[in-house]
């Protein structure tokens, strides 16, 4: 049974404009949101980056899938070569160019280094999405809009009183 093939450019494409809709979504309600003070001095890039790290990460998610999917692709292509070269050792002589003198080897080959090149490519783009992911990650966790409010937590109470020493234990 023969995988159906993704369309990877129509895929990358929607990733991307979801990506983007993400960004821009949170930079037009940037100016909405307020600091403890009352203020609204917060830069873009933070606001951006509260749900641009979604769509970033989501980009890594489908880059790498569609890596994984082209590398299959280009497996089963060397399979399709390595079978080819079992039958018939005469089609996978090298030439005097190195390249296979068989056509239909040759071109086995050069679909797997097409294939090869694609994988790298989304691997690449998988990666770059994911630094940037981990960036947005950090600046959301650094502007400290986010952070929860110091509630001091002490399970140990030293009592004393005039004829009374001791230590509660809360919990």
């Known amino acids: 049974m023969k995988r159906q093939r993704l369309d990877a450019r129509g895929t990358a494409a929607r990733a991307l404009l979801c ?7 949170a930079q037009s309600s940037a100016t909405a949101q307020t600091t403890r003070d009352g203020g ?24 790498t899938a569609l890596a994984v999917i082209r590398n299959d692709d280009a ?3 060397f399979r399709g070569l390595l079978v080819l070269c079992g ?12 390249s ?3 056509p239909g080897a040759e071109t086995l080959y050069q679909e797997t280094l097409r294939l090869d090149a694609r994988a790298r490519t989304w691997m690449i783009l998988g990666q770059i999405s994911l630094v940037a992911a981990g960036g947005m990650f950090l600046i959301n966790l650094v502007s400290g809009e986010n952070e929860p409010d110091n509630i001091p ?12 020493l001791g230590l509660k234990v809360r919990f």
């Open 19 to 25: 990506a983007l809709a993400l960004v821009a979504s």
């Open 87 to 98: 039958n018939a050792s005469q089609a996978c002589v090298p030439g005097a160019d190195g």
């Open 100 to 102: 296979y003198v068989d």
């Open 153 to 164: 937590f002490a399970p140990l109470e030293l009592v004393a009183g005039p004829r009374k």
């Open 75 to 77: 497996d089963e292509v």
């Open 40 to 63: 609204t001095d917060k830069p873009w890039y933070v606001s951006a980056s509260q749900w641009g790290r979604w769509g970033a990460l989501a980009g890594a998610v489908g880059f």
